[in-house]
């Protein structure tokens, strides 16, 4: 391993995480920036020897990875007022903010760890895939020993090639969370325990990240073409406009993806 | 344990989990009936004692629970063929059919396994929940005692609450999947590797069915109203219509919905 010392601009849920597991890794944090010196506080008491700070003047630092993570919306202002040392590397953790919101800066890179983090979830970095982009190969190299340190699964990955990571986790995840959202609320609407449904979901994300291909797997009335069903339920759902337009679209699409995905 | 001699009507998926999780807790299942007799006999074989047959005549079977587990459309047809014995209990699998699909018999009830089932993957029974109805309590009483021998949860459920089940199941499970299904296609179409989603995939529905409530643990674009990304994926899957139309419409419900099903 070889020692990088570290700064970490922002300490939410996943400067969290990354601190910690950098820290432990045996890149020593040196300081925690937040603008709620509380927030910094919080996050330095937990590693080896980092200091809190609210100053962005860092041309004292020992540090040579800056790792930006905080909104989105505010990693290009927050950027421009940093004072970094000389050779100091600047990334930000963004799936979605490109490379060049960082152009101010000489060494600039994006650390993306492609997970949802909650800052009292306990997460298995290990299998964190993490995203690697750098604007030169010397940083990038920095960045992919960095990642490796503590991640089995490590990609280079161009600003292009996150746009289309984050699309489609937003259907899987973001969309995912929402039809569960949907079904718990009819659930209680009726009087029925969401949990009863626990099982059932498991198996299907299981089966389908199993098979390789979701497609593949597709289960439920649209693929089948089972029309009395599908009216049942539309005559349902009149009570759930919004719901309603959802089951049709999606009950369309799966009609026109069939399982030819297969190739 | 109360043993009850069990019959299967069809030798499918659910046929084939059923009968050998019920064969194991010491119900015998006596026949095994399929159009095709060479899925009768494969499923039989794996079972302790019973017969293959393709004769819809059970008037000498000793069999007191008759489970009918074959396509929904086909039900309520070999119902009308089947001949039981007297004291015979007729039930079906079905999640979405009534009850009263199988009203030409005396004693009729429903037995639902809430999963999805593979004739290859393994299962734990155990972990399935069954919703039972029946037309009268003797009825009841028995197929809540067959569930309870091999599954630790165990409701009664109206064919009315069956249907909002269904219905919720479809959201949840079905159309997950096809959500999953897009993803891999934009991902497979962009040239990256789907199994790179794969834990953030597992973490957020660990997530959404950790919080008891999906609605609260919600994240993405669309409950960050955050235009700019949405507005640059939009431009994006300007090549994928019928994804446009599914984005457009769940980031809309997910703005609608918010946080507020917290109470």
Same mark, same amino acid.
């Given at each position: 391993?070889?020692?990088?010392?570290?700064?970490?601009?922002?300490?939410?849920?996943?400067?969290?995480?990354?601190?910690?597991?950098?820290?432990?890794?045996?890149?020593?944090?040196?300081?925690?920036?937040?603008?709620?010196?509380?927030?910094?506080?919080?996050?330095?008491?937990?590693?080896?020897?980092?200091?809190?700070?609210?100053?962005?003047?860092? #041309?004292?630092?020992?540090?040579?990875?800056?790792?930006?993570?905080?909104?989105?919306?505010?990693?290009?202002?927050?950027?421009?007022?940093?004072?970094?040392?000389?050779?100091?590397?600047?990334?930000?953790?963004?799936?979605?903010?490109?490379?060049?919101?960082?152009?101010?800066?000489?060494?600039?890179?994006?650390?993306?760890?492609?997970? #949802?983090?909650?800052?009292?979830?306990?997460?298995?970095?290990?299998?964190?895939?993490?995203?690697?982009?750098?604007?030169?190969?010397?940083?990038?190299?920095?960045?992919?020993?960095?990642?490796?340190?503590?991640?089995?699964?490590?990609?280079?990955?161009?600003?292009?090639?996150?746009?289309?990571?984050?699309?489609?986790?937003?259907?899987?995840?973001?969309? #995912?969370?929402?039809?569960?959202?949907?079904?718990?609320?009819?659930?209680?609407?009726?009087?029925?325990?969401?949990?009863?449904?626990?099982?059932?979901?498991?198996?299907?994300?299981?089966?389908?990240?199993?098979?390789?291909?979701?497609?593949?797997?597709?289960?439920?009335?649209?693929?089948?073409?089972?029309?009395?069903?599908?009216?049942?339920?539309?005559?349902?759902?009149?009570?759930?406009?919004?719901?309603?337009?959802?089951?049709?679209?999606?009950?369309?699409?799966?009609?026109?993806?069939?399982?030819?995905?297969?190739?």
């Amino acid at each position: 391993l070889v020692e990088i010392p570290i700064t970490f601009i922002g300490a939410g849920n996943v400067a969290w995480h990354l601190a910690q597991a950098l820290d432990a890794a045996g890149h020593i944090v040196q300081e925690v920036y937040s603008r709620k010196l509380e927030s910094a506080s919080k996050l330095a008491s937990n590693l080896y020897n980092a200091t809190p700070t609210q100053s962005t003047d860092f #041309t004292g630092s020992k540090a040579r990875v800056f790792i930006i993570s905080i909104p989105d919306d505010t990693v290009e202002s927050i950027s421009l007022q940093l004072q970094l040392p000389p050779h100091a590397i600047l990334v930000h953790t963004s799936g979605t903010l490109p490379l060049d919101a960082l152009t101010a800066h000489k060494s600039i890179g994006v650390f993306y760890p492609l997970q #949802t983090f909650s800052k009292y979830r306990e997460l298995e970095i290990q299998q964190v895939p993490f995203c690697i982009e750098a604007n030169n190969e010397d940083t990038e190299e920095v960045l992919v020993n960095l990642a490796q340190s503590i991640s089995n699964t490590v990609y280079l990955v161009s600003s292009a090639e996150r746009k289309v990571l984050h699309i489609a986790a937003v259907f899987a995840c973001n969309f #995912t969370n929402h039809l569960l959202a949907i079904s718990h609320q009819i659930m209680k609407k009726e009087g029925l325990e969401f949990s009863l449904l626990k099982p059932l979901i498991e198996e299907t994300i299981n089966k389908a990240l199993g098979s390789q291909i979701p497609a593949s797997v597709q289960t439920g009335p649209a693929i089948r073409k089972d029309m009395k069903t599908m009216q049942s339920h539309l005559e349902f759902l009149k009570n759930y406009p919004t719901e309603l337009q959802i089951y049709k679209i999606i009950s369309d699409s799966i009609d026109k993806m069939g399982f030819k995905i297969n190739s």
